[in-house]
């Protein structure tokens, strides 16, 4: 009996080790503005502007109050959660999450959950 409760006092510190860290800004390799592809980065009303702090498109303009990093099978996945507003109405704010994953190729997946994640490519700098 010492023995079991041993072996579980030794593996419980491990198992509840954080898989999740939080961060107050986007990592720098998402920085930049993307579109769903090439084609489409002159497209104001398809891209979408992330920095440190911040993530823009036609639609809102966020301020990023923190970003929570996962340990996921292939690779860590990212939640921005963010503070919105739309262009027409400034004042009014929403809170937002949006999932971001890197892809292979310098691409990333976003959305505002895993259903709906949708492939996008960073745009040449102008």
């Given at each position: 009996?010492?023995?079991?409760i041993a072996?579980?006092?030794a ?15 986007v ?18 009303k398809?891209v ?13 303009s ?5 970003v929570?990093?996962?340990v996921?099978a ?31 190729g ?12 949708k ?8």
């Amino acid at each position: 009996m010492r023995t079991l409760i041993a072996l579980v006092s030794a593996l419980l510190p491990s198992a509840s080790l954080a898989d999740s860290v939080r961060h107050l800004s986007v990592p720098e390799r998402f920085w930049g503005t993307w579109a769903p592809s090439a084609d489409l980065c002159a497209d104001d009303k398809s891209v979408f502007v992330v920095s440190a702090k911040g993530y823009v498109s036609s639609q809102a303009s966020c301020t990023i109050q923190w970003v929570t990093e996962t340990v996921g099978a292939s690779g860590p996945f990212y939640s921005a959660h963010m503070r919105c507003s739309n262009p027409a109405t400034p004042n009014e704010t929403t809170e937002v999450n949006r999932i971001i994953v890197a892809n292979e190729g310098g691409e990333l997946s976003a959305g505002p959950d895993f259903k709906q994640l949708k492939s996008y490519r960073r745009c040449p700098a102008n």
